[in-house]
């Protein structure tokens, strides 16, 4: 199905990415987000983005693509605190978002610990 495709595709990304397979993370990148899938893109996805300090990418989707804000809204919104642009995010977003955001804030830092800053 078209998902599954999506799915794999997001995956084969995000490994590509992980490993320092830059081209071709960048080729499965491109596949991943052409504007016909850009509504079957997850909230995955762009969060692991996010891990993997992508913060440019998953910007630059959400200002190109609204609906992304739209059905991603915490996301969006910690990734605006990410980039250190927050006094504009915390101006225009929900007080009730705020525990969803922080949790997304907070996942990101362990998520980044884990992966970058593994200790023996």
């Not at 595709?9 to 830059?22: A, K, P, Q, R, T």
């Not at 081209?23 to 491109?30: L, P």
């Not at 907070?106 to 800053?117: G, V």
């Amino acid at each position: 199905t078209c998902k599954q495709v999506q799915f794999d595709n997001e995956l084969y990304s995000l490994c590509f990415l992980y490993v320092g397979e830059i081209e071709e993370f960048k080729n499965t990148f491109e596949n991943v987000t052409v504007v016909k899938n850009i509504d079957n893109i997850s909230s995955t996805y762009l969060f692991h983005l996010l891990i993997h300090n992508q913060l440019n990418l998953v910007e630059k989707l959400f200002k190109e693509h609204e609906i992304l804000q739209k059905k991603y809204k915490p996301l969006f919104y910690a990734t605006l605190q990410v980039k250190e642009t927050s006094s504009e995010a915390s101006l225009k977003f929900p007080p009730e978002l705020q525990e969803n955001i922080d949790d997304i804030l907070t996942s990101i830092k362990e998520y980044r610990n884990k992966f970058y800053n593994k200790k023996k």
